[in-house]
Every structure is written in C-alpha cells, then in structure tokens.
C-alpha cells in the first residue's frame, strides 16, 4: 500500500505528475471564451484605434499586477501581448503565470443544483438511527422543523430581486374569500409576527414585544417596523426564531407543551400551535414559490396526516363560532356534554389522508359513527387549501352524501379556519 | 447568504450540542453544511446517489463522534470539509477499482477530483471581495476596468483582487494530504 500519491516520486512512470520541469515553463494560451468565440487576435494586435501609449505597461510591477487578469482574458488586447512579452523574460511571472492559468481551469460555472429537500430527513434519520438523540425534537414539533427547513432553502435558492415578487395572501374570512396583495419579504414577516406568538408562550423574546395582538395586527405591526429591512436580515429573523422554537420545543416538558397561545379570540395548545405553524409555513411557502415560479411538493404524509387530524380537531369549535356569530344555521339538537349527537364522516384522501368523525351540535359531544348524518371525502391536499382559505366552500372538490345543511356548515367552517 | 465565517463560538457550542444529543442542533447543522457537504462529494464522486451516501455518512459521523472535532485545528467548516473530502475519495477509489482502471489512472482521477473539490471549498471560503471579482471576469466576462467600476473600486484594486483570488485557488492543486488510502475501515 502506497503511502505516495505520484506526486514527484520515483512512480512506475519516472516522474508522472512532477509539475514543474526544471526549465522554461509552458504557457498555456489565455482561455478563449468558451461560447462566443476567439477573443483574442492570435498575433498582433490591430494597429487602428491606438489607446494612448502609457496605458501599455512595461514595468514588472505592473505586468505581474495583471497576471490575474491575464489569466482570466481580462485584460485589454495591448495589456494581453505586453503581459506575454513580458513571460518570456521572467521566469518568477513566467511561474506564477502557469499557476493562475492552471487555478482558472479550476473554476466552473456554479451546478445550481440545489439539493434534494427529501434527503435533509433520510439524513437526520439515519444519524438518530445511529445514536439516538438524548434531547429529541419531539413529535409535535417535527413538521415545523421540516416545513422551516424546506422554506428556508427555497428562500436560498431565490434572488434578492425576488423577494419583492409579488405575493397575494389568502383566506376565507367567514362568507367570502379574502386577500391581500404582498411581497415576498412580506410574507416572510407575517410568518415573524404570528411564530412570534408561540415564541412569548414559551418564554422566548416576541419580535414585536409584548407578545399580544391578533395575527393581522401583529402582522402590521411587523409590517411597518420593518420597512426598510434587507432581505437578508428579514429572512435570518425568521430562521433565527424558528430555530429557538424548536430548540424550546426538545426542551419543554408535558407542562409548556400544554401551556396555551392565544390567537386573539381563540387559543391553541402551544403542541398544537406549532403544528398550526407548520401549516402555514407550508401553505405560505406554495405561495412564495407560485411566485418565483419554484416547484414545492406537499409535506411528507406523516406531516400532512398530522396537518389534516389538526385542522379536523379544530372544527367542532368552528362550527360553534359560526353559529354564535350567526353565520350558520343553529344546532338541530342541545347536545350535552359527553353525550353523542349528530355527527359528520370526514374521509381525507391520498397519502397524509384518514377519517375523522366531526360532532355537529357541540365541541363537547362525543361523534361515535353511528351518528353519522353526512359523510364528505376529499383529498388531502384539496382539504388544506381549503382550510387555507384558498379554495370556496362551495368550489371544493368533495364528494359528498347525506346531509346537505350539515355538509355545507362542515366545509365553511374548514375554509373559516384560515385567516390572515 | 453569508453561512461561512461563522464564529468559534458557533463551532463550540454546536460542538456541545451535538455531544449533548440535542437532535435540534442535528437539523441546524445539516441546514448549515448539507450543501457544502453534498457539492463537495458531488464534485469527485460525480454521482447524485453517492453524494447523498456521502452525506449521510458525514452527518451521521459527525453526529456519532462531535468529539473528534478540534477547534484549536480549525474551523467546524473546514473539519467537515476536510470528513467530506477523505470520505469521498475513499469511496472514488473503491468504486474505481472495481473498474479497469490501473492504479496510476485511479491516482490520477483521485488527484483530479481532489483538486477540484478543494477548489470548490476555497472559492466558497474566499473572502467575498475576491470572490465578486472573479465572478464577474469569470462568469460574466468583464474585463477588469469594466469589473472595477462594477465593483467600486480602483483598476489597481481589481487587478489584485483576481490575482490573489487565484493564488488562493492555486493552492488546490498542492491542498492538504487528505487522499491517504484507507486504513482499516475506520468511521471514515
């Protein structure tokens, strides 16, 4: 086993790879560019339009300043020929010459070829696979960790001219669809202000303070305070407090993951919230990456069948609250606490998808099958843009049987979950 | 975005984090380095499957021993470069000599590919000035007046700038001896 590389050693060909021969150097030629052609006259230079004489070097400090952009074919044609007079004379330049000429055949046109956003959790799996983690980001947290990454490195994929594409947000505001037309950087903000909320239950500093505020205020407020921020600086706020919610999250014990994070007039268990987080930052990443014309796939069908069983548990409240705020027909029958009513079947299709048994007349009633007056199926990913508020309850591709009333109060009331 | 330059500090405390077991620092990790690693092992292996097993195998190596790492030797950036780089060859080699190839002519890809791949690490690690320089008489074609004036600064100026920024990338050709053909199947 060779210790040697073939570098200048006594290898089976004497001295294969020995860069340098004692004597004269070859000069390779300056690089011709690649597509458009020669670029430099092989000879002399025309003798036309002359530049005034002093710009044609001749001193050695001068020609070996050019060498780099000699190198490069980045210097002017009388530079080119003065530069390579000059290496027939001097051996130190005539070195150094071969060095930067042989650097240049290093450079390539940056691949671009972006990784594959699949293989960030094949990795950590096969690394917790062998050793597993002693603070592990727990379950609830996961689809947030995933969703933030996989933005994240949509948002190092763009331009900085990009960040001002625009970006119209969506939703469903409880009769009628909703919007607002934005940026980019915007949106990125907005994501800010509402994770900040889930940042000051935990304890971790809000970006707008007080850790109060609706969604839509905060979003505002963020709005305004950060104007003339730098995509940069917009897009490191961001990462920098995702990164500390999910450090909080391994950290934080049954206790803070039940602790509650008020969304103005309704609140989520912060285990939930970051799921509900991860939602939007899926849902607003398609945005962005509508936008910029960027595929984006769905999350991984773990992730999303966790997105769904959300959006599921939330929306006997939903119903209730379009009721209270006289936007849906009251309940058919007082349902006591505990005790089945009507019910409707949920069937959430494709991979992610499940079934779910929604209680009609009240959050608190039980919803065994048998009570099942309606059954609505639909795919998975059509169900999350409808409770993203960007699909019409009336437009979502559902199929559907029984009860008319009570599928149309399940569909509205999945769209009233979004808002801005 | 700027991820290189990051401060010891940084390196230290990923470097307890991951002693600590914190799958958190796992993630924030791989976000930091998972390109880096991937083009590195793509630029020798020349293959998209085994640039991703190249990638696991860092990670899950790092992840396994963040002991190894010694910030008194260098950067987290540079160690990990250098795990991607001795990973990779090792696997150039093994796939090499299943082929035809003579042992000079596997030496001599391996050479190759090291170069370029301490290439790709250096110009990602230059210091930004040089690198916009080369950027723009490499890729867009300036000459160095028009480069100059793009950049703000005197003739004088970028004419320095590419000339260092190539010496810089020069020294890929010489790099680190970190192609010793394996030894006993160690972790890497």
């Given at each position: 086993m060779s210790e040697e590389l073939g570098r200048g050693g006594a290898g089976p060909h004497g001295g294969n790879g020995a860069s340098g021969p004692p004597g004269r150097p070859r000069i390779p030629l300056p690089r011709t560019a690649a597509e458009d052609g020669p670029r430099w006259p092989e000879a002399a230079p025309l003798p036309a339009p002359a530049p005034p004489p002093e710009t044609v070097p001749t001193s050695h400090k001068v020609l070996k300043s050019l060498l780099g952009a000699w190198a490069l074919a980045a210097c002017s044609p009388e530079e080119t020929a003065a530069v390579e007079a000059h290496l027939t004379d001097c051996a130190t330049c005539a070195d150094e010459a071969v060095r930067l000429r042989e650097a240049?055949?290093?450079?390539?046109?940056?691949?671009?070829?972006?990784?594959d956003p699949r293989l960030r959790s094949r990795v950590l799996a096969s690394c917790l696979g062998r050793r597993p983690a002693r603070v592990p980001v727990p379950a609830w947290a996961a689809p947030y960790d995933a969703e933030t990454a996989r933005l994240d490195a949509l948002l190092h994929d763009i331009g900085e001219a990009e960040w001002q594409a625009p970006v119209r947000l969506r939703w469903f505001d409880g009769e009628r669809p909703a919007g607002r037309d934005t940026t980019v950087a915007a949106v990125i903000g907005h994501l800010t202000a509402v994770d900040g909320l889930v940042a000051s239950a935990l304890g971790l500093p809000d970006p707008l303070g007080d850790g109060t505020g609706s969604p839509a205020e905060r979003t505002e407020a963020l709005w305004a305070a950060r104007s003339a921020t730098p995509p940069g600086a917009v897009r490191a706020e961001w990462r920098e407090q995702g990164r500390a919610l999910i450090r909080s999250a391994s950290f934080a014990d049954d206790e803070a993951a039940g602790l509650a994070v008020s969304y103005g007039p309704s609140t989520l268990p912060v285990r939930d919230?970051?799921?509900d987080r991860a939602f939007e930052c899926w849902i607003h990443a398609e945005d962005i990456a509508g936008a910029v014309d960027y595929p984006y796939r769905p999350p991984s069908p773990g992730h999303l069948h966790e997105l769904v069983g959300l959006a599921a548990r939330m929306l006997p409240a939903a119903i209730a609250a379009r009721?209270?705020?006289?936007?849906?027909?009251p309940a058919r029958a007082l349902a006591l606490a505990g005790a089945p009513g009507r019910s409707l079947h949920l069937e959430v299709e494709g991979s992610g998808g499940g079934h779910w048994h929604i209680p009609l007349d009240?959050?608190?009633a039980t919803a065994p099958p048998e009570t099942e007056v309606a059954h609505v199926a639909l795919d998975a990913t059509e169900f999350c843009r409808l409770a993203a508020g960007h699909v019409h309850p009336e437009d979502a591709a559902a199929g559907?049987?029984?009860?008319?009333?009570?599928i149309l109060d399940a569909l509205y009331a999945t769209a009233s979950l979004s808002r801005m | 975005m700027a991820t290189d330059g990051a401060p010891p500090r940084w390196d230290r405390k990923m470097q307890q984090r991951l002693a600590h077991g914190e799958a958190a620092a796992l993630g924030e990790l791989y976000d930091r380095f998972a390109s880096l690693v991937h083009t590195l092992a793509h630029r020798v292996l020349e293959d998209e499957a085994a640039a991703d097993r190249v990638t696991r195998e860092v990670f899950g190596h790092i992840w396994e021993h963040p002991g190894d790492f010694d910030p008194k030797e260098g950067s987290l950036r540079s160690w990990i470069a250098g795990l991607t780089h001795r990973q990779a060859v090792e696997r150039l080699r093994q796939s090499q000599s299943e082929g035809a190839a003579t042992p000079e002519e596997i030496e001599e890809k391996v050479r190759a590919a090291s170069a370029a791949a301490r290439a790709d690490y250096i110009v990602t690690s230059m210091p930004a000035p040089l690198r916009a320089a080369l950027d723009l008489a490499y890729l867009r074609r300036l000459d160095y007046r028009r480069a100059a004036a793009q950049l703000g600064v005197t003739e004088d100026e970028a004419r320095r700038r590419l000339r260092l920024g190539l010496q810089l990338l020069s020294t890929a050709h010489r790099g680190p001896r970190v192609v010793a053909p394996p030894a006993h199947g160690g972790a890497l």
């Amino acid at each position: 086993m060779s210790e040697e590389l073939g570098r200048g050693g006594a290898g089976p060909h004497g001295g294969n790879g020995a860069s340098g021969p004692p004597g004269r150097p070859r000069i390779p030629l300056p690089r011709t560019a690649a597509e458009d052609g020669p670029r430099w006259p092989e000879a002399a230079p025309l003798p036309a339009p002359a530049p005034p004489p002093e710009t044609v070097p001749t001193s050695h400090k001068v020609l070996k300043s050019l060498l780099g952009a000699w190198a490069l074919a980045a210097c002017s044609p009388e530079e080119t020929a003065a530069v390579e007079a000059h290496l027939t004379d001097c051996a130190t330049c005539a070195d150094e010459a071969v060095r930067l000429r042989e650097a240049v055949a290093l450079l390539h046109p940056e691949d671009n070829l972006g990784l594959d956003p699949r293989l960030r959790s094949r990795v950590l799996a096969s690394c917790l696979g062998r050793r597993p983690a002693r603070v592990p980001v727990p379950a609830w947290a996961a689809p947030y960790d995933a969703e933030t990454a996989r933005l994240d490195a949509l948002l190092h994929d763009i331009g900085e001219a990009e960040w001002q594409a625009p970006v119209r947000l969506r939703w469903f505001d409880g009769e009628r669809p909703a919007g607002r037309d934005t940026t980019v950087a915007a949106v990125i903000g907005h994501l800010t202000a509402v994770d900040g909320l889930v940042a000051s239950a935990l304890g971790l500093p809000d970006p707008l303070g007080d850790g109060t505020g609706s969604p839509a205020e905060r979003t505002e407020a963020l709005w305004a305070a950060r104007s003339a921020t730098p995509p940069g600086a917009v897009r490191a706020e961001w990462r920098e407090q995702g990164r500390a919610l999910i450090r909080s999250a391994s950290f934080a014990d049954d206790e803070a993951a039940g602790l509650a994070v008020s969304y103005g007039p309704s609140t989520l268990p912060v285990r939930d919230a970051f799921l509900d987080r991860a939602f939007e930052c899926w849902i607003h990443a398609e945005d962005i990456a509508g936008a910029v014309d960027y595929p984006y796939r769905p999350p991984s069908p773990g992730h999303l069948h966790e997105l769904v069983g959300l959006a599921a548990r939330m929306l006997p409240a939903a119903i209730a609250a379009r009721r209270r705020a006289g936007l849906a027909p009251p309940a058919r029958a007082l349902a006591l606490a505990g005790a089945p009513g009507r019910s409707l079947h949920l069937e959430v299709e494709g991979s992610g998808g499940g079934h779910w048994h929604i209680p009609l007349d009240s959050p608190a009633a039980t919803a065994p099958p048998e009570t099942e007056v309606a059954h609505v199926a639909l795919d998975a990913t059509e169900f999350c843009r409808l409770a993203a508020g960007h699909v019409h309850p009336e437009d979502a591709a559902a199929g559907q049987s029984g009860d008319r009333e009570a599928i149309l109060d399940a569909l509205y009331a999945t769209a009233s979950l979004s808002r801005m | 975005m700027a991820t290189d330059g990051a401060p010891p500090r940084w390196d230290r405390k990923m470097q307890q984090r991951l002693a600590h077991g914190e799958a958190a620092a796992l993630g924030e990790l791989y976000d930091r380095f998972a390109s880096l690693v991937h083009t590195l092992a793509h630029r020798v292996l020349e293959d998209e499957a085994a640039a991703d097993r190249v990638t696991r195998e860092v990670f899950g190596h790092i992840w396994e021993h963040p002991g190894d790492f010694d910030p008194k030797e260098g950067s987290l950036r540079s160690w990990i470069a250098g795990l991607t780089h001795r990973q990779a060859v090792e696997r150039l080699r093994q796939s090499q000599s299943e082929g035809a190839a003579t042992p000079e002519e596997i030496e001599e890809k391996v050479r190759a590919a090291s170069a370029a791949a301490r290439a790709d690490y250096i110009v990602t690690s230059m210091p930004a000035p040089l690198r916009a320089a080369l950027d723009l008489a490499y890729l867009r074609r300036l000459d160095y007046r028009r480069a100059a004036a793009q950049l703000g600064v005197t003739e004088d100026e970028a004419r320095r700038r590419l000339r260092l920024g190539l010496q810089l990338l020069s020294t890929a050709h010489r790099g680190p001896r970190v192609v010793a053909p394996p030894a006993h199947g160690g972790a890497l």
